[in-house]
């Protein structure tokens, strides 16, 4: 069942959202902002399940060296696990990276597109991916659910879910269109430092007492 949060959390998700805010330290997307739309889409897809440090140098410099499709698509798959090797799940994300590429290329004439229909028919592209790519890159109002904003969503009492695809119905019912967007940006940084999967640094987070979880495991 999909719970979306109680009307007392969503009169306080704002102030939850202008706390993060004063002490927001810039994701992998944001400070790579200046990259293309196709760029964005490879490196979103490879940071699943792995953490930004790991991907920044690699993208950095591969990107510097095949910057667009046309580049990847010359390249075997061998050659692109032979660059994504310290990344999870590399075999699979380089095989998706040489296929979207190609797709890229022949259906889209090397445009991404910008819906999101289009965007998870893009091999290893799902939801959060592509409401990244919408978000981020395109600028349209989107709730990316990653690992992070699904945990922190819960922990605040803002969802009561058990699968992202269902935090983000239910942030999608709670929160305003023009925050949406605020969302991943805030959280993530904020489940990247303070509120981690285990042993959160509830002493030193700014909302804790905007928290559910504080509350029932601490107050």
């Not at 981020?136 to 969503?153: E, L, M, N, Q, W």
């Not at 904020?190 to 007492?209: A, D, F, S, T």
Request: charged share 25%.
């Amino acid at each position: 069942m999909i719970q979306s949060a109680t009307s007392n959390y969503v009169n306080e998700y704002r102030q939850v959202l202008a706390t993060l805010q004063k002490t927001h330290q810039q994701t992998m997307l944001e400070l790579y902002s200046h990259s293309t739309p196709f760029q964005h889409v490879v490196m979103t897809l490879l940071s699943a399940r792995s953490k930004d440090s790991t991907v920044i140098p690699i993208v950095k410099e591969f990107f510097a060296k095949y910057p667009r499709p046309e580049d990847i698509e010359q390249l075997s798959i061998k050659e692109l696990e032979r660059w994504f090797f310290k990344i999870g799940f590399y075999k699979t994300k380089a095989k998706h990276v040489h296929e979207l590429s190609k797709i890229i290329i022949d259906k889209y004439h090397g445009q991404v597109p910008d819906t999101l229909v289009e965007l998870v028919s893009l091999p290893g592209v799902g939801r959060k991916t592509a409401n990244c790519v919408l978000s981020y890159t395109f600028g349209k109002p989107a709730i990316a659910v990653d690992i992070h904003v699904h945990r922190i969503s819960n922990r605040l009492g803002w969802v009561q879910t058990k699968k992202p695809e269902d935090t983000e119905e239910a942030l999608k019912k709670s929160v305003d269109r023009k925050d949406w967007s605020s969302i991943n940006k805030l959280l993530v940084d904020h489940g990247q430092r303070i509120c981690l999967p285990i042993k959160p640094k509830c002493q030193e987070c700014g909302v804790k007492m905007f928290c559910r979880f504080w509350k029932d495991n601490y107050s």
